[in-house]
T-cell receptor, first 114, second 119 residues
Framework: AQTVTQSQPEMSVQEAETVTLSCTYD???????LFWYKQPPSRQMILVIR??????QNATENRFSVNFQKAAKSFSLKISDSQLGDAAMYFC???????????FGPGTRLSVLP | GAVVSQHPSWVICKSGTSVKIECRSL??????MFWYRQFPKQSLMLMAT?????????EQGVEKDKFLINHASLTLSTLTVTSAHPEDSSFYIC???????????????FGPGTRLTVL
């Protein structure tokens, strides 16, 4: 079974600075999907970014980018120019191409300091 | 696009009553819907997976007779908590996976969640 680990329960960043959230996973599959979801205080889960494992190029969405290291089974999220609205819980998730459900990590609570 | 709604957003009920939570995909057809439970400051725990027109698949430890799931159409799934007790109080979130079309079929789109409080 796949597992997802987020080793940083809490992180903080100064507004306008850059922060990196860590995620590692364990799988024996060669093809899969990885996601970062954001859950603000409203608790609505919001998709931040997704990565297909067969793609070597790291995904980027505006200020959000990932560092996908397939051999190391690492999938970190970098947030550039942090904004107050980025404060939230961030969940890393794994999806097998053969299954439908996600495996979520325990989450990292990000605080943005003004 | 790819909006999922949940109703109600919060509900308070007495112990022993049943509560129904609806999950709707508003602008896409969902072949599969998922129900999660989230305790405070914890991650999402998958309860069950439902495919339209078939029985839900429950995760280990989830009582299927207590948490009834119906996926009657490609846009609607319901979760009924039967004979609710205080320990069932939690935040329930649904998500939907799109059929082929505009929305990505590889991504789950989440509803805003329902906070259930059982007195």
């Amino acid at each position: 079974a796949q597992t997802v680990t987020q080793s940083q329960p809490e992180m903080s960043v100064q507004e306008a600075e850059t922060v990196t959230l860590s995620c590692t996973y364990d799988t024996s599959e060669s093809d899969y999907y990885l996601f970062w979801y954001k859950q603000p205080p409203s608790r609505q889960m919001i998709l931040v970014i997704r990565q297909e494992a067969y793609k070597q190029q790291n995904a980027t969405e505006n200020r959000f980018s990932v560092n996908f290291q397939k051999a190391a089974k690492s999938f970190s999220l970098k947030i550039s120019d942090s904004q107050l609205g980025d404060a939230a819980m961030y969940f890393c998730a794994y999806r097998s191409p053969y299954g439908q459900n996600f495996v979520f990590g325990p989450g990292t609570r990000l605080s943005v300091l003004p | 696009g790819a909006v999922v709604s949940q109703h109600p957003s919060w509900v308070i009920c007495k112990s022993g009553t049943s509560v129904k939570i609806e999950c709707r995909s508003l602008d896409f057809q969902a072949t599969t819907m998922f129900w999660y439970r989230q305790f405070p400051k914890q991650s999402l725990m998958l309860m069950a997976t439902s495919n339209e027109g078939s029985k839900a698949t429950y995760e280990q430890g989830v009582e299927k007779d207590k948490f009834l799931i119906n996926h009657a159409s490609l846009t609607l799934s319901t979760l009924t908590v039967t004979s609710a007790h205080p320990e069932d109080s939690s935040f329930y979130i649904c998500s939907a996976r799109a059929a082929a079309g505009r929305a990505s079929t590889d991504t789950q789109y989440f509803g805003p969640g329902t906070r259930l409080t059982v007195l």
